[in-house]
Structure formats: C-alpha cells, structure tokens
C-alpha cells in the first residue's frame, strides 16, 4: 500500500522444554545464524540474536502482515529440526510451548541490544527463570505460575 510505513520491534524470549541446557557454546553461533537466517525469510530484520544453554532472545523488526504467533511457529518448528540434525545433544531436542514478546520502542534498541550481548555475564546474577519472571512483570504480563515455563 502507498505511504504506508511500519516499524514494530519486539523482543522475543523462549526457552528449551524443561530448560535442558541443550544449546552449546558450540551450536550457538550457527543457530543463531539460522534463526537469523529463517527470521529474513520470514521478512522479518534480526537486530539481534543471543541467548545461552537453555533459552534464547531475538530482537526484531517484524514485517507488518505477520502475526508474531506465526513467527515464533515457525522459527521454533524449523529451529528444532535443525538442531535435531546438528549433534547427538539435540537428538530429541524441544522448544518450551510458550514464549514471550514484548513490544519495544526504536528509542530502547540499544538498550535491549546490549542486554541481549550480555546474557553470559547477566545470567552470574540471575537464572533463567528468574529473568523470564522479571520480563513478563516488567510489561504487565499475568501469568499463571503453574503454567510459567512449559
């Protein structure tokens, strides 16, 4: 449509079912090139990708026609079979049900950016729990604890 202009960031988080540390120093690079990868394809921009051994955080600007729900669909679905391929760790590998997306505005991209680097150095002070907990109370999110993670 002419003279329509969208710029929507969000900050996507999710973890492997049952935080099982499946996501090695070593595979982390290459999936974070394939979920890069896999985010284009799905006309999406990655800012950002990070995460550690058992959950990880995306930083985007999304494509205007496409639902987040569809996204992270995809980007699990088709993360999972990679890594299935990739090491006997990942054999049986799974993404948690849910995830988390929080809006985020152009004037927090940096801001966002720079926590999402520093994962390894954030996650000295703080489980993933605890730091998934603290997102969805920062945006207002309820959330059931029987049904936090899985």
């Not at 987040?68 to 679905?77: A, F, G, H, N, Q």
């Not at 995830?99 to 927090?108: C, I, P």
Request: glycine letters at 6%; one cysteine or more; aromatic letters at 14%.
């Amino acid at each position: 449509m002419a003279n329509t202009y969208y710029a929507v960031y969000e900050h996507i988080a999710f973890s492997t079912k049952a935080r099982v540390a499946a996501l090695s120093d070593a595979i982390r690079p290459d999936l974070f090139a394939y979920l890069a990868g896999t985010l284009k394809n799905q006309g999406c921009f990655p800012l950002i990708i990070g995460g550690l051994s058992e959950h990880v955080h995306l930083l985007i600007r999304k494509r205007g026609t496409l639902l987040t729900s569809d996204l992270v669909k995809e980007i699990k679905r088709s993360s999972s079979i990679w890594l299935k391929k990739h090491g006997a760790a990942c054999g049986k590998f799974s993404w948690q049900v849910g995830y988390g997306a929080f809006s985020v505005s152009y004037w927090d991209l940096e801001k966002i950016r720079v926590y999402i680097a520093n994962q390894e150095e954030h996650h000295r002070h703080m489980t993933w729990e605890e730091e998934y907990r603290k997102l969805l109370k920062k945006h207002g999110v309820e959330f059931d604890e029987r049904y936090f993670l899985d």
